[in-house]
C-alpha cells in the first residue's frame, strides 16, 4: 500500500480488484463474483414480483391493483414480473452502477434490519405462531443482527440511510393512514395481547379501595345495533372510564355466533363496550349467566341496568316473578342495579341502515326480545326481527 499527499491509492475504497491481487488466483474471485451477482439477480427476479403481486392483493397502495392477477395453477405473476424486468434494465442502463449501490445496498441492510427485529418482536412477544425451527436461535441475537444492520447502514453512506429511514418510514404512515381491512396476524397483535394480559394479572391482585371505585354497568340491551339510543346513553354516562357489557340473551334456535359483527358495530361507531351474547332456555337464567361470567377478574361489571316493567296489570304472575327475580339475582350477586324508565328521545349516534324506526318514546328495550308473549317490559317498544332473542 502507498501513499500521495496523505492519502491511499489503492485498497478497496480506490481498486475494485484489491482482492483479486491478494488471493492465490485471481479469477476464482472474478468467478465467485459473477456466482453471487447471477443469485442475487434471479433471486430478486423471482421473489421480488412475488411479494409485490402480495402487496397488490393486500390494496396497501393505490393504483397498483392491475399487478395483483397471477396466470397459471402457480398463480405466477407476470405482469410484476415484466415491471422488475424494466426496472432492471432501467438500472443496468445507467452504465455507472457504483453510482447507485449505496442506495441499493441501504434497502437491502433495511430490509435485514425489518426482518431481524421481526423475529425479535414474535420471540419476544410469544406469539404461538412464531415457532423457529433452527436448533441455535436466539431472541437477543436477531436484535443484535438488527441493531447491526442499521449501524451499517449509516457507516456506508449515511445521507443515503436517512433517505431510506424517511422512505419507509412514509410508507409505514401511510399504511396506517389507510388502514387496510386486511389480517396478518402481526406480532404486533401478539404483543398488545400479551400486554394487556399482564395488565389484567397485575390489576387483579390490587386490593379494591372505595377512592378508586367507578360503575361498571351490565346493560340488558340485547343487540347494540337494534338499541343505538340505549348504548349511545350508557357510553356517554360510563365515558369509557369503565367496563361496559351489552347482555344478549338468545331465546331461539339460532346460534351466538351470528351476532359477532355486533362487536364491530360497536368499534365502528367509537363506542367503548363489549357485546356479550348468551344463549338460554329463559330470560332470567340468560341474565344469570351474564351476572356470573361478564368480565375477567376485577374487569367486570358491578351494576345491572334493565328496564322499567310498565305492564303490571297486563303481564301474567310468571312474567312479574321472572322479572322481579332479575333484579333479586342481581342483588344476591352484589351488584348495584339501575332502573332505566324513560319517555323522551335520544339522539342516535348511529342507526342500522335499513332501519331508522326501531325506538318509539317509551323506555327504549333494555331487554332484547322478539316475542311479544314473554315480553318482560312495555318500554321495550323496538323489536327487530333480524336480531330473535
Given at each position: 500500500?502507498?501513499?500521495?499527499?496523505?492519502?491511499?491509492?489503492?485498497?478497496?475504497?480506490?481498486?475494485?480488484?484489491?482482492?483479486?491481487?491478494?488471493?492465490?488466483?485471481?479469477?476464482?474471485?472474478?468467478?465467485?463474483?459473477?456466482?453471487?451477482?447471477?443469485?442475487?439477480?434471479?433471486?430478486?427476479?423471482?421473489?421480488?414480483?412475488?411479494?409485490?403481486?402480495?402487496?397488490?392483493?393486500?390494496?396497501?397502495?393505490?393504483?397498483?391493483?392491475?399487478?395483483?392477477?397471477?396466470?397459471?395453477?402457480?398463480?405466477?405473476?407476470?405482469?410484476?414480473?415484466?415491471?422488475?424486468?424494466?426496472?432492471?434494465?432501467?438500472?443496468?442502463?445507467?452504465?455507472?452502477?457504483?453510482?447507485?449501490?449505496?442506495?441499493?445496498?441501504?434497502?437491502?441492510?433495511?430490509?435485514?434490519?425489518?426482518?431481524?427485529?421481526?423475529?425479535?418482536?414474535?420471540?419476544?412477544?410469544?406469539?404461538?405462531?412464531?415457532?423457529?425451527?433452527y436448533k441455535y436461535y436466539n431472541t437477543w441475537v436477531s436484535l443484535l443482527g438488527s441493531l447491526l444492520c442499521a449501524a451499517v447502514m449509516f457507516i456506508t453512506s449515511w445521507w443515503t440511510a436517512l433517505i431510506t429511514v424517511v422512505i419507509i418510514y412514509a410508507l409505514y404512515r401511510y399504511i396506517q393512514y389507510r388502514k387496510p381491512a386486511v389480517n396478518w396476524g402481526s406480532s404486533k397483535q401478539?404483543?398488545?395481547?400479551?400486554?394487556?394480559?399482564?395488565?389484567?394479572?397485575?390489576?387483579?391482585?390490587?386490593?379494591?379501595?372505595?377512592?378508586?371505585?367507578?360503575?361498571?354497568?351490565?346493560?340488558?340491551?340485547?343487540?347494540?345495533?337494534?338499541?343505538?339510543?340505549?348504548?349511545?346513553?350508557?357510553?356517554?354516562?360510563?365515558?369509557?372510564?369503565?367496563?361496559?357489557?351489552?347482555?344478549?340473551?338468545?331465546?331461539?334456535?339460532?346460534?351466538?355466533?351470528?351476532?359477532?359483527?355486533?362487536?364491530?358495530?360497536?368499534?365502528?361507531?367509537?363506542?367503548?363496550?363489549?357485546?356479550?351474547?348468551?344463549?338460554?332456555?329463559?330470560?332470567?337464567?340468560?341474565?344469570?349467566?351474564?351476572?356470573?361470567?361478564?368480565?375477567?377478574?376485577?374487569?367486570?361489571?358491578?351494576?345491572?341496568?334493565?328496564?322499567?316493567?310498565?305492564?303490571?296489570?297486563?303481564?301474567?304472575?310468571?312474567?312479574?316473578?321472572?322479572?322481579?327475580?332479575?333484579?333479586?339475582?342481581?342483588?344476591?350477586?352484589?351488584?348495584?342495579?339501575?332502573?332505566?324508565?324513560?319517555?323522551?328521545?335520544?339522539?342516535?349516534?348511529?342507526?342500522?341502515?335499513?332501519?331508522?324506526?326501531?325506538?318509539?318514546?317509551?323506555?327504549?328495550?333494555?331487554?332484547?326480545?322478539?316475542?311479544?308473549?314473554?315480553?318482560?317490559?312495555?318500554?321495550?317498544?323496538?323489536?327487530?326481527?333480524?336480531?330473535?332473542?
Open positions: 500500500v502507498t501513499f500521495k499527499d496523505g492519502k491511499c491509492q489503492y485498497g478497496m475504497h480506490k481498486s475494485f480488484s484489491a482482492m483479486s491481487m491478494m488471493s492465490g488466483y485471481k479469477h476464482i474471485i472474478t468467478i465467485g463474483i459473477f456466482a453471487a451477482t447471477l443469485s442475487s439477480a434471479l433471486a430478486s427476479l423471482v421473489s421480488a414480483p412475488k411479494v409485490f403481486q402480495a402487496v397488490c392483493k393486500d390494496k396497501l397502495f393505490p393504483y397498483i391493483g392491475w399487478f395483483a392477477k397471477g396466470y397459471g395453477s402457480n398463480n405466477e405473476p407476470w405482469r410484476a414480473y415484466a415491471l422488475a424486468l424494466l426496472i432492471a434494465a432501467a438500472f443496468v442502463c445507467i452504465a455507472e452502477l457504483n453510482a447507485i449501490a449505496p442506495i441499493i445496498t441501504n434497502f437491502f441492510l433495511i430490509s435485514y434490519t425489518l426482518i431481524n427485529y421481526s423475529c425479535f418482536e414474535a420471540s419476544f412477544s410469544n406469539s404461538p405462531g412464531w415457532r423457529p425451527s401478539a404483543l398488545k395481547y400479551n400486554n394487556a394480559l399482564d395488565l389484567i394479572h397485575e390489576v387483579s391482585g390490587l386490593s379494591y379501595h372505595v377512592k378508586n371505585f367507578r360503575p361498571q354497568f351490565l346493560v340488558l340491551t340485547g343487540a347494540p345495533s337494534s338499541r343505538p339510543r340505549l348504548v349511545n346513553f350508557m357510553s356517554d354516562i360510563s365515558k369509557g372510564y369503565g367496563v361496559m357489557v351489552c347482555g344478549h340473551v338468545i331465546r331461539s334456535k339460532y346460534k351466538v355466533d351470528q351476532y359477532l359483527s355486533e362487536n364491530h358495530l360497536l368499534i365502528a361507531n367509537k363506542i367503548k363496550a363489549f357485546h356479550v351474547p348468551v344463549a338460554a332456555p329463559s330470560f332470567r337464567i340468560g341474565v344469570k349467566n351474564l351476572l356470573q361470567t361478564n368480565g375477567l377478574g376485577v374487569i367486570k361489571a358491578n351494576t345491572l341496568i334493565l328496564g322499567y316493567k310498565h305492564s303490571w296489570n297486563a303481564g301474567t304472575p310468571e312474567q312479574v316473578e321472572e322479572y322481579v327475580g332479575i333484579i333479586k339475582d342481581a342483588f344476591d350477586h352484589h351488584y348495584a342495579v339501575g332502573v332505566l324508565r324513560y319517555s323522551g328521545k335520544l339522539d342516535e349516534k348511529f342507526l342500522p341502515e335499513d332501519d331508522t324506526t326501531l325506538f318509539d318514546e317509551a323506555a327504549d328495550g333494555v331487554v332484547s326480545n322478539c316475542q311479544s308473549k314473554d315480553n318482560l317490559e312495555e318500554g321495550s317498544a323496538a323489536k327487530d326481527s333480524k336480531h330473535p332473542s
